[in-house]
């Protein structure tokens, strides 16, 4: 068994959308980056590559490519999901928390989940996303930002 941890963390700015796990949240704010700055997504391409040792999100689609400038993080992570089989592993599952303090996330988590898991071609009950709030603390409390948890666990393929 292998485990993965991955993070991000994006500045909130006005004039973009706001993609959270692949899916188009409602917003008068999106997050600032290079490609549609999906924190959730990010995050899971850096456990699904850290487990694997394959390096992280930046090693693979570095910020600056202009092949990146926009991307679609779900197609960065299917594109992750080939190297992490490629290696000769299987993801078991994956779990990711969202911190946000705004706007409550509650009604687009199973859709979140059902992006990922298609993206990453698991059963949708082996990927969990959750929405935490700081109560006011820091970046993400204040307002100013976002931030995104994963873990994910592989196992080498048995013909290994």
Request: net charge negative.
């Amino acid at each position: 068994m292998r485990v993965g941890f991955g993070f991000d963390a994006h500045a909130l700015v006005v004039g973009r959308p706001l993609i959270l796990a692949g899916v188009a949240v409602p917003f008068e704010r999106g997050l600032a980056g290079f490609s549609d700055a999906d924190v959730a997504t990010h995050a899971v391409v850096d456990a699904l590559l850290g487990a694997a040792g394959l390096g992280d999100c930046g090693t693979h689609f570095p910020a600056g490519d202009n092949r990146y400038a926009g991307a679609d993080s779900v197609a960065l992570l299917r594109r992750s999901v080939e190297l992490v089989r490629h290696a000769g592993l299987r993801i078991c599952n994956v779990d990711c928390t969202i911190v946000a303090e705004a706007p409550p996330l509650a009604e687009y988590v199973e859709r979140m989940r059902q992006t990922l898991a298609a993206a990453m071609q698991l059963d949708v009950s082996l990927v969990s996303v959750k929405a935490k709030r700081t109560e006011g603390l820091g970046f993400t409390g204040e307002g100013k930002g976002m931030a995104a948890y994963s873990a994910a666990c592989l196992q080498e393929e048995a013909s290994r």
